[in-house]
């Protein structure tokens, strides 16, 4: 069945922050057609001028009457939003992607990576959950050894930057730093991110862990379509500003080797090799920080199972963490309805 194509306007909610920012960015370098953009946030922000292609548009507070008329809508504001609101937007017959954690584990809503599984977008439009950032990035990583060698078991420790708990957050970690630096270690608090190391992501769970911790192993288990993969993370927040690193161990069920696993690696979507340690090439925060794809190094084996693999995976967490994920959702759902008419 089809339905009637809304105009190429797209709303992006919580349009001032470091995700919604990202987003517009992001599409001003996409092809996806967006004739006008309307930028919300809240009160606070109204009236703050935001640039998209060459023309400058005012932040309005949020109003769910800008829904009536787009045809996409980002939703990167608060979780609470998100919740009452993508329902609305959906309703008005909109593409509704949201970066909240709201309805990824939600049976009936896709959970997206395009690289990975697109083919649980449905026809018409409705809500599109984007995963969470330290999600995406390992999925990406990981689909094409799935393919290739089957998986058994994952173990993951995350590195996690200060910008993927939002802006306020980010500038907390430089005003904590200066302070620390300058009127020493008294001066913030043992909770500051600033020369510290925190493995406390989010809020803690009934089963010790940290909500960070279940999203990550929930979530890959929904996207990778495998409901009993046995997956253990911990989530470390620390001081870095930008980009998310992982250091993962996997076991296989076929023999892997790191030779096979880089070739693979190398030749799938979305995925960056950087493996010389000899020669001190890895992948870093500074490497992935303003770039899109999935960064993979230091392949090796773990040597802890008979078939297994260790690696590190770093991804910019307002890119393909966020933004870029969004955006390529939208722009391969309208690249597939285009070949549909064609
Ligand atoms: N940061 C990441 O790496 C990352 C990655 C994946 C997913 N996410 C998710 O993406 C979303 C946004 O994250 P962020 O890091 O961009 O947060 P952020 O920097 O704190 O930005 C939040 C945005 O929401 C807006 N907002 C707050 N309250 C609002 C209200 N009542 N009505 C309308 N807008 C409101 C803010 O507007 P004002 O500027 O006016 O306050 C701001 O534009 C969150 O759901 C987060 O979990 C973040």
Known sequence: MTYTKKPDIAVIVGATGLVGSVIIKTLERFPLPVDSLIALASSRSAGK???????????????????????WVFF?????????FCPVAASEGAWVIDNSASFRMAADIPLVVPEINLHTVGGRPGIIANPNCSTIQLAVALAPLQDEFGLRRVIVSTYQSASGAGGDYHDRL????????????ESVTDESLAFNCLPS?????????????SKLENELRKILEMADLPVCATAVRVPTMVSHCESVVIETG?????????????????????????????????????????????????????????????????????????????????????????
């Open 254 to 342: 076929k023999p892997i080797d790191p030779e096979s696993a880089r070739e693979i690696l190398s030749g799938s979507k979305g995925i960056r090799v950087l493996d010389d340690p000899v020669n001190n090439a890895f992948p870093t925060p500074r490497t992935a920080t303003g770039t899109d794809p999935v960064w993979v190094g230091r392949i090796r084996p773990a040597g802890i199972f008979e078939n297994d693999l260790a690696f590190w995976v770093v991804a910019d967490n307002l890119l393909k963490g966020a933004a870029l994920n969004a955006v390529q959702i939208a722009q391969a759902i309208h690249d597939r309805e285009s070949a549909s008419v064609t």
């Open 174 to 185: 430089v005003t904590d730093s200066r302070a620390f630096l300058i009127d020493g270690k």
């Open 201 to 213: 992501v989010g809020s803690l769970t009934g089963n010790g862990r940290f909500s960070e911790e």
């Open 49 to 71: 001028p935001v640039e998209f292609r060459g023309e400058t548009t005012l932040v309005e507070e949020f109003d769910p009457a800008a829904f009536r008329t787009a045809r």
């Open 76 to 84: 990167s504001g608060k979780d609470g939003l998100s919740e009452e």
